[in-house]
């Protein structure tokens, strides 16, 4: 149902918002050209360089230790020595970690510590073994070793030979004068050799040179994203793990937002209906004492205390529209929306497309989301005109504001908006802002649809 409503609508801009990108200087060499001789390139290598002496390592300890433990099981010295051997694992997981923040710039959380619901080393032991990711550390120091011989051979032999075949014109007179031949040998039997020795094929090696030096660092950034994925796959928390700390995260969130919101109720009500409750019970009291002795003016006081009752009454229906309008309750976003629209100072076009209703927690997370953001268009943007478009995606629950205001809303500056995003976030949803600083303004909100 698509409606245009004659109030107007405005979208918040925040000054810190920087539309404009990181403004830094464009490259005058293409990526292709300048891979060789960027920083990125050589940490990379390095990475691969540093796997093979590591994967040795750990592949060394990981065996020697899990086969000592098994042969020991027949005997308690078993059980201590396979769990030194995983805490040593372990160990070795957080150096890889470090080596892969360091030259990979990969940020790997750390995993799950050990947790033993007794003490003493009985009960580390048990935990330590009981930890998949112990097992997952074991697994990584047994397969990367071979991966690590693997990349180390084709990076370093891709490296060596393309910087040796392209610097070639430089040092390929050493052939004649100390090695008795014209130039590096390409091919030879016992009847004739072909020598690299005149202008024309020195050129074309180093050529071929230039191609093997360009191309390696992408074979070498390829191979080492095989490393990234192992190290965040098994070194990383698991998902399970990761989910746990998201959903405390968010519990917090909305304890912390609840909290507000019933400090909000509190003073609105202190500072508000209560004072006015309060004023109109003495403008009574006084009233009722001037009843006998002047009837005029007690009758004028009865006459402001009933407006007075009229303002306390509207505020109660503010903040209680504020808290969960009944309308939302009774007919639905599309009819609680509308209300919401029609209250804009702006001209608002809206358009709600659901065939059924959310769970009332998502719909009333929902109308709250598009009331906040219409405040935001009324006091910030100076719109003229906006719109609110609400469907369904499969089980999502999608809504864009949008306005033709200043532009520059901000998410991460502290604003309502990130409030708005952690109060999504607590639900798993996710808030999504197009703000650049000359407008328009789009902001998304995407919802899960629990109906």
């Known amino acids: 149902m698509a409606t245009d409503y004659g109030h107007g609508y405005g979208h918040g801009g925040g000054p810190g918002f920087d539309g404009a990108g990181t403004g830094g200087r464009p490259h005058r060499l293409p990526a292709a050209l300048r891979a060789p001789f960027e920083a990125r390139a050589w940490?990379?290598?390095g990475y691969v360089l540093l796997g093979l002496p590591l994967g040795i390592l750990m592949?060394?300890?990981?065996?020697?230790?899990?086969?000592?433990g098994a042969g020991l099981l027949i005997t308690f010295l078993g059980v201590p020595v396979l769990a030194a051997a995983l805490a040593g694992c372990r160990g070795l997981g957080s150096l890889e970690r470090a080596r892969a923040r360091g030259l990979l710039g990969v940020e790997v959380a750390e995993p799950e510590p050990v947790r033993t619901k007794k003490h003493g080393a009985m009960a580390w032991m048990g935990a330590v073994l009981r930890s998949g990711t112990s097992w997952r550390h074991l697994?990584?120091?047994?397969?990367?070793?071979?991966?690590?011989?693997?990349s180390f051979v084709v990076g370093l032999t891709f490296w060596v030979y393309g910087w040796a075949l392209l610097t070639y014109p430089l040092w390929f007179w050493v052939f004649p004068l100390y090695g008795g031949q014209g130039g590096l040998q390409l091919y030879g039997d016992g009847t004739h050799s072909i020598y690299l020795d005149n202008p024309f094929e020195i050129t074309v090696t180093a050529l071929v040179g230039l191609l093997f030096t360009l191309a390696t660092p992408w074979i070498v950034r390829a191979l080492t994203t095989?490393?990234?994925?192992?190290?965040?796959?098994?070194?990383?928390?698991?998902?399970?793990?990761?989910?746990?700390?998201?959903?405390?995260?968010d519990r917090g969130v909305?304890?912390?937002?609840?909290?507000?919101?019933?400090?909000?109720i509190e003073r609105d009500l202190h500072d508000g209906a209560q004072a006015?409750?309060?004023?109109?019970?003495?403008?009574?009291?006084?009233?009722?004492?001037?009843?006998?002795?002047?009837?005029?003016?007690?009758?004028?006081?009865?006459?402001e205390?009933?407006?007075?009752?009229?303002?306390?009454?509207?505020?109660?229906?503010?903040?209680?529209?504020?808290?969960?309008?009944?309308?939302?309750?009774?007919?639905?976003?599309?009819?609680?929306?509308s209300a919401v629209a029609s209250r804009c100072t702006v001209p608002v076009r809206m358009e709600v497309d659901l065939a059924a209703r959310p769970a009332p927690a998502i719909e009333g997370i929902a109308y709250f989301t598009v009331s906040e953001l219409l405040q935001n268009i009324s006091k910030h943007s100076r719109a003229t005109r906006a719109t609110v478009d609400v469907w369904r995606a499969e089980n999502r629950l999608l809504i864009q504001v949008g306005d033709n205001g200043v532009g520059g809303a901000d998410a991460t500056a502290g604003s309502g908006l990130a409030g708005l995003a952690e109060r999504l976030d607590a639900v798993d949803g996710?808030?999504?802002?197009?703000?650049?600083?000359?407008?328009?303004?789009?902001?998304?909100?995407?919802?899960?649809?629990?109906?």
């Open 254 to 264: 909305v304890v912390d937002t609840a909290a507000a919101d019933l400090r909000r």
């Open 276 to 303: 006015r409750l309060v004023a109109l019970a003495m403008d009574l009291g006084l009233a009722k004492e001037k009843l006998a002795e002047d009837p005029q003016a007690a009758a004028r006081m009865v006459d």
């Open 305 to 337: 205390a009933h407006g007075e009752v009229k303002t306390a009454l509207q505020e109660l229906r503010d903040l209680a529209r504020g808290i969960h309008p009944a309308v939302l309750t009774d007919r639905g976003l599309d009819a609680a929306l």
């Open 59 to 68: 592949f060394t300890f990981a065996v020697t230790m899990v086969s000592l």
């Open 430 to 451: 996710i808030l999504v802002v197009d703000s650049p600083p000359a407008g328009p303004t789009r902001i998304t909100a995407e919802l899960p649809w629990r109906g």
């Open 139 to 150: 697994l990584y120091a047994v397969v990367q070793f071979p991966w690590s011989v693997f």
């Open 226 to 249: 095989v490393d990234r994925l192992m190290v965040c796959g098994l070194l990383g928390p698991s998902r399970l793990a990761t989910r746990v700390v998201e959903l405390e995260s």
């Open 43 to 45: 940490r990379e290598f």
